[in-house]
């Protein structure tokens, strides 16, 4: 049986996030904690703890686009579904533009709400997910010699084995024993599978 997944929910209106919570945890796949405003909801957040938060537009002092802005620089793996009676275009297209799941018009249908936080926290593992493996890159690249990662740069650069080793004034037998050692310790088993993990971490750092 998989856990729960906690839902975050925030809103000024008690009556509103009531029924949230009582959405959501009716059907016994989330678990829910509530709160009455951003700042409240702030204090209570650590990083890597909330997988989706469910959170009205319109608030008092932090409203939606400004919470978002801020667990943005928290935790960008986060993923928020928005609720407002007020969705104006300009809006909604900034809310969307920073990453905002979807924007549910009050009053939303049971069935568009469930859907969206189910899509919210995929959303919200795959990231987490993605991080941890470029994490345990970073690492395993750490673990290369300074002579293995000249090797490495030439074998993704495309270089034949003859080239690198005539640039790199390597044997043969050094070559592939080099070789053999990064992609082992880079845990792939091609240099088509190293090109491709190294390129994911390239995109992640810009």
Not at 80 to 88: H, S
Request: hydrophobic fraction near 45%; glycine fraction near 4%.
């Amino acid at each position: 049986m998989h856990e729960r997944q906690t839902v975050w929910v925030v809103d000024d209106e008690e009556s509103v996030a009531t029924l949230v919570a009582k959405v959501l945890t009716g059907i016994g796949e989330f678990e829910c904690r509530v709160f009455s405003s951003s700042s409240e909801f702030l204090a209570a957040l650590k990083p890597g703890v909330a997988a989706c938060v469910v959170s009205d537009v319109r608030m008092p002092n932090i409203d939606g686009p400004e919470l978002q802005k801020k667990l943005l620089e928290i935790d960008d793996s986060i993923s928020i579904v928005f609720l407002t009676g007020y969705a104006d275009v300009p809006t909604t297209v900034q809310l969307m533009e920073q990453g905002a799941v979807t924007l549910l018009q009050k009053p939303y249908e049971h069935a568009d709400l469930l859907a969206a936080v189910r899509r919210a926290v995929r959303r919200s593992e795959m990231l987490r997910k993605q991080r941890a493996e470029l994490t345990e890159t970073e690492e395993r690249l750490q673990r290369l010699s300074s002579d293995e990662r000249e090797v490495l740069e030439c074998m993704v650069g495309g270089l034949t084995n003859k080239a690198i080793a005539y640039k790199l004034a390597l044997s043969p037998r050094t070559l592939d024993r080099r070789r053999s050692s990064i992609l082992q310790t880079m845990g792939v088993a091609s240099v088509v599978e190293l090109a491709a993990l190294l390129e994911r971490l390239r995109a992640r750092r810009m």
